[in-house]
C-alpha cells in the first residue's frame, strides 16, 4: 500500500520537473528548446501515467479488501 502512495508523489515529482525543465530548459546542463520540450512532456506524460497507475492499483486493492 505505501508503494502506491509513493508512485502518486514520484508522479507529482516527475511533473513537476518537467515543467521545470520546460520553462527553464535546464536539466543537469541548459538544454536547446528542441531537446527541452520533449524532455519536459515525456516526464510530465510519464508523471501521468505513475500517478494513474496506482490510482487504479489501490481501487483494486480496496475491492480486493471487500
Known amino acids: 500500500m505505501m ?3 509513493l508512485s502518486i508523489v514520484a508522479g507529482i515529482f516527475y511533473i513537476a ?3 521545470v525543465v ?3 530548459r535546464f536539466f543537469v546542463i541548459i538544454l536547446e528548446p528542441n531537446i527541452a ?7 510530465i506524460i ?8 496506482a490510482i487504479f492499483k489501490i481501487k483494486k ?3 480486493d479488501e471487500i
Open 46 to 53: 510519464y508523471g501521468v501515467f505513475r500517478i494513474v497507475r
Open 17 to 19: 520537473l518537467g515543467i
Open 61 to 63: 486493492d480496496r475491492e
Open 37 to 43: 520540450y520533449p524532455l519536459g512532456a515525456i516526464m
Open 3 to 5: 508503494f502506491n502512495w
Open 22 to 24: 520546460i520553462i527553464y
